[in-house]
């Protein structure tokens, strides 16, 4: 979610994460059952009590506009107490209890790290362990609703908010989403899924066209979004800014009635992002059911405007009627309704909460590149280099921007861009010298800053290992304009490995980044923005205390060229109205941009799917990972009929216990369609340790979407089956015949 000033703004793990009262909580109500409750309730509303619960107030604007106290935060809706409907108080969650620019002075909370690090796990597991831990913390601090569960599919190596996301493949985001937002609600409070649909790039967000055909759609994007609902059960779905072919997403008829409602059933409520609504009569009626944060939308639409419309019969009050009752039973299904907040603050238990953030940085940790075995280190002089490594590790901004516990040891404030309102460049204080001193206290480890490249260089020279520590910050509401690392950081690692053959590159960023470097640098390590705890996180990849097991969530491109789209679209247009802004502020503030499109020429084709139709060779591909052991795969089987499987052994062939993710790619023999990844599980043994794996094929990514029908279609033939590393492994390929069946939207 994220809220910008209008005009200028547009706009086992679970137990240490709940609190203790949850663990004896009864289970959500049955979706018929809360339903029928909500259905009641509605009855005995007035007009005026309905109007009131499906628009939202934007507290940091709100002020004297509610009967409660109104927390600094997200959002805001006063209850019914008459009838026991509870307040209900937002924020955004996707990585921790968000308090962006301290809206609330002092209030800190648990960062996991970036999702895209969470994504890298390939673990559901991982993924509710976080889910459950923010929830926790958001209800000790009094919030009952988390705007979290991200899943928009990346499309775009250069997307700003790709490191709020779970990568580019619909199963491996759907799956790990769902497991997310479970994790949230198994503390009796709601969770959205967001953001519907479409929403991949942040430049022009609040007005470009996302443009692509309907099959194409509900085979990538869609499909995401519809595993997760499934997986998770979350209480209400978010509809983004940008329009989807042709209607804004919050007021598009085909997402929100006919995808959503109609073909998926879904029983809960869709609220609005802060900022994308645009009519009364049409938004009700195409399918949105609140109106958040409304004073960052150009009128209060829900508000006195759908009571009028409601009055003269262009909204039926049957549609108001099922607005409410959706809303409701979100609340009722997920817990949240029967199952109030605190009423004073109370103090999560942050040093347990820490352990969790900790563990998915570990498992999401992707170790790129190990030329020699050069990791685990071995050296007695370690040099570490520049990227604020002293101090902390670096944090993505906007809407997810969480207060660390420990501070935030480096804050810059933004002077111009889209983000400058709500965000600023942190880090959290878990620095990775620290961490690797005390991992490593017979080596000397130095730290230089990288200010003075002859200092550094030199440096280098001395030492028997360097670490260079390069970021990239990324943010909410602003796109990179290229892949490379910035402030020069490529020239930087290019001169310490010339000085230094034995050079260690850890990339904190928000993304895949070109690596120039890539022939001279023995090993890589992508680190993500690794949260809480990401300096120990770090210090114990490094060091071998954790062996890495991270995958790539993401492809990594060997050239800007080879995505879609090398550049963000529409950047040259944003950045005419800024400099109009720059140049008259008050005339500036009120400029509207025109809606341009974005043509999704790869379709379902999505990432790695786009290499391998192009016949492109990536730098990285999905799936890419290594560790400290070796593993073997013998043995597959692999079994067709009603369903696809492959049962196959893995065994540990090193000498240190690690996770492996083993991999299942499907395509239909002669279709000449890429291969698209229909299962994978993360697997964890001991040296020389043997277990037996079944892999069963998601049915809908073996089917292709027919409109015709409408619904999935999986076609009888022959089905090639690669179980492998990643994404561009062919190394054990076998076939089996599957039969003709069909599957609803």
């Not at 026991?84 to 955004?92: A, H, I, N």
């Not at 519907?196 to 085979?219: P, S």
């Not at 070796?630 to 009603?642: E, I, K, L």
Request: hydrophobic share 45%; with cysteine; proline share 7%.
């Amino acid at each position: 979610m994220r809220r910008i000033m209008r005009a200028t703004l547009g706009a086992t793990l679970l137990a240490t994460a709940g609190v203790a009262a949850m663990a004896q909580a009864p289970s959500p109500n049955e979706a018929g059952d809360a339903r029928a409750r909500a259905d009641a309730l509605v009855k005995r509303m007035t007009l005026d009590e309905k109007i009131a619960l499906v628009h939202g107030l934007f507290p940091p604007f709100a002020k004297g506009k509610s009967r409660n106290e109104l927390i600094p935060s997200a959002g805001h809706i006063d209850g019914i107490p008459r009838l026991g409907v509870p307040l209900v108080r937002e924020s955004d969650a996707s990585l921790g209890v968000a308090n962006q620019v301290e809206q609330r002075a002092g209030d800190v909370a648990t960062a996991l790290p970036s999702s895209l690090a969470t994504a890298a796990s390939f673990d559901p597991d991982i993924a509710r362990a976080g889910g459950a831990m923010i929830g926790a913390e958001a209800r000790a601090k009094r919030f009952n609703v988390l705007l979290a569960g991200g899943v928009n599919l990346t499309r775009d190596p250069w997307g700003g908010r790709n490191f709020e996301y779970l990568g580019e493949d619909p199963l491996l985001a759907g799956e790990l989403a769902g497991a997310h937002i479970a994790g949230v609600q198994s503390n009796r409070i709601a969770s959205t899924v967001k953001h519907f649909a479409l929403n991949a790039q942040e430049t022009g967000r609040m007005v470009y066209d996302a443009r692509i055909g309907e099959a194409d759609l509900r085979m990538s994007d869609l499909l995401a979004f519809q595993i997760a609902i499934e997986k998770g059960r979350p209480a209400s779905v978010m509809c983004a800014y940008n329009k989807v072919g042709g209607d804004w997403a919050c007021e598009n008829d085909f997402l929100l009635n006919k995808v959503l409602k109609r073909d998926w059933a879904y029983p809960g409520w869709v609220m609005s992002d802060w900022g994308a609504v645009h009519s009364t009569v049409k938004a009700a009626n195409a399918g949105l059911d609140q109106q958040s944060g409304q004073e960052l939308d150009k009128a209060l639409y829900f508000s006195a405007p759908l009571k009028a419309a409601v009055e003269k019969g262009q909204v039926p009050m049957a549609r108001l009627d099922d607005m409410v009752a959706r809303y409701l039973t979100g609340l009722i299904d997920s817990g949240a309704y029967d199952a109030p907040v605190p009423s004073t603050a109370q103090t999560p238990p942050y040093v347990r909460n820490a352990d969790v953030a900790q563990r998915a940085a570990e498992a999401g940790i992707v170790l790129l590149k190990n030329q020699a075995g050069l990791l685990p280190l071995k050296a007695k002089r370690i040099l570490v280099v520049g990227g604020g490594a002293d101090v902390g590790v670096l944090s993505g901004g906007g809407s997810s921007q969480v207060r660390s516990v420990g501070g935030a040891p480096i804050e810059i404030p933004l002077a111009y861009g889209g983000s400058a309102s709500f965000a600023r460049i942190t880090y959290h204080a878990s620095s990775p010298l620290a961490a690797l001193r005390k991992a490593l206290p017979g080596a000397q480890v130095t730290f230089v800053d990288s200010r003075n490249l002859n200092a550094t260089v030199a440096a280098a020279k001395a030492a028997d290992v360097a670490i260079v520590f390069a970021t990239q910050w990324t943010t909410e509401a602003d796109d990179v304009p290229n892949l490379r690392l910035p402030d020069h950081q490529d020239a930087l690692i290019s001169a310490v490995a010339a000085a230094q053959p034995r050079t260690v590159a850890v990339l904190e960023t928000g993304g895949p980044v070109l690596m120039p470097w890539i022939d001279a640098v023995p090993a890589v390590v992508q680190a993500w923005y690794p949260g809480q705890r990401g300096g120990e996180a770090i210090a114990n990849i490094l060091t071998g205390r954790v062996n890495p097991s991270g995958r790539l969530p993401i492809t990594f491109p060997a050239t800007a060229s080879q995505p879609p789209r090398p550049t963000p679209v529409g950047l040259d247009r944003m950045s005419a109205m800024e400099r109009q802004a720059a140049a008259d502020p008050a005339a500036g503030a009120g400029v509207a941009l025109d809606s341009f499109p974005v043509d999704y020429v790869e379709g379902a084709d999505v990432g790695y799917r786009w290499y391998e139709k192009k016949a492109l060779k990536p730098l990285y591909p999905f799936g890419h990972g290594l560790g400290y052991t070796s593993f073997a795969y013998r043995n597959p089987v692999v079994t067709g009929g009603r369903t696809l499987s492959v049962t196959f052994d893995v065994v540990n062939t090193g000498r240190v216990a690690g996770a492996d993710v083993p991999q299942m790619y499907v395509a239909r023999d002669g279709s000449g369609a890429p291969m698209r990844l229909a299962g994978f599980r993360r697997v964890t043994l001991k040296p020389g340790e043997v277990r037996r794996v079944t892999l069963t094929a998601e049915p809908r990514v073996v089917a292709d979407y027919d409109t015709a029908l409408p619904g999935w279609r999986i076609r009888a033939g022959t089905y090639r089956v690669a179980l492998a590393r990643d994404a561009a492994d062919r190394t054990i390929v076998r076939t089996a015949t599957l039969e003709a069946q069909t599957m609803r939207p």
